[in-house]
C-alpha cells in the first residue's frame, strides 16, 4: 500500500487551438482513463498548470491541426521537454501526408495520433502509452531501426549483450509484449522477464521504453 502511494500522479492534456474539438474528448477521456485530464489552449496555460504539479506525469496531446512539420518541431524544441521523464509527449491531430513518424521516433516521442484517427484508437493508444509502451505500429519502428542499423553490426558494437538479450531488445523496439516474445522466441515468460532484468542492468535503465529508447538511440 506504501510503495502504491508514493507512485505519481498521473494526468493527460490536450494542447492546443481547437478549444472545442479538444474539450469534447477531453470529457470523454476522462471517463475512460478514470484520471484527471485536461485541455489547454496555448503551451502558456499548460505550462503554468505543470509547474504546480511539478511531481506529476504529464500525458500530453499536442495539437498538431495545420502545422507543417517545422512548425510541429519547433514548438516541440521551443516548449516541451520530450526527454524529460515527467512529460510524455505524444502528437495529435497529425496529417499522414506528413510522414513524420521517424522523425517522432527519433525525437523520444510517444506516439502519433492522426487526424481521421477513430475515438477507440486515441483511447488504446493512451493506455499503452501510459503503460510504457509507444503507440507506432510495427512497421515504422522496424523501419527506423533497420535503417539505422542491424543486428550484426549491434552485437559487434555492443558485445555486452549476448544474443538472445538482443533479440528481445529488438523486439521490444517492435512493440511485442511479454508474452508475444516468449512465443515467438519459444520460451518461458519468466525466461523473458530475466533476459530483460539483465538487458536493464547491462544498459543502465530501469523500464522498458527507456529500453526501447535507448535501442532506438545508440542502436
Not at 487526424?115 to 509507444?134: A, R, T, V, W, Y
Amino acid at each position: 500500500m506504501q510503495n502504491r502511494d508514493l507512485q505519481p500522479q498521473v494526468c493527460t492534456s490536450i494542447v492546443g487551438n481547437n478549444y472545442l474539438q479538444n474539450y469534447l474528448l477531453t470529457r470523454f477521456l476522462r471517463d475512460e482513463l478514470n484520471q484527471e485530464c485536461s485541455c489547454y489552449k496555448n503551451l502558456d496555460e499548460f505550462r503554468s498548470t505543470a509547474k504546480r504539479k511539478k511531481d506529476w506525469i504529464h500525458l500530453v496531446l499536442w495539437d498538431c491541426k495545420n502545422l507543417d512539420v517545422s512548425g510541429i518541431w519547433q514548438t516541440l524544441e521551443n516548449g516541451f521537454k520530450s526527454g524529460s521523464s515527467r512529460f510524455l509527449i505524444t502528437l495529435f491531430n497529425v496529417h499522414r501526408k506528413l510522414k513524420i513518424e521517424q522523425d517522432a521516433v527519433s525525437r523520444g516521442l510517444r506516439g502519433v495520433f492522426y487526424e481521421d484517427e477513430p475515438i477507440e484508437n486515441i483511447s488504446k493508444g493512451i493506455h499503452m502509452i501510459l503503460d510504457g509502451q509507444l503507440w507506432f505500429s510495427r512497421h515504422i519502428l522496424s523501419k527506423y531501426v533497420q535503417e539505422t542499423a542491424n543486428l550484426e553490426n549491434r552485437m559487434n558494437i555492443y558485445p555486452i549483450l549476448t544474443f538472445r538479450e538482443s533479440q528481445i531488445l529488438f523486439d521490444i523496439v517492435n512493440g511485442f509484449s511479454n508474452d508475444e516474445i516468449a512465443e515467438k522466441l519459444g520460451i518461458s515468460l519468466h525466461t523473458v522477464k530475466t533476459h530483460l532484468y539483465n538487458v536493464y542492468n547491462k544498459i543502465g535503465v530501469s523500464s522498458r521504453i527507456q529500453a526501447a529508447f535507448w535501442a532506438i538511440k545508440n542502436l
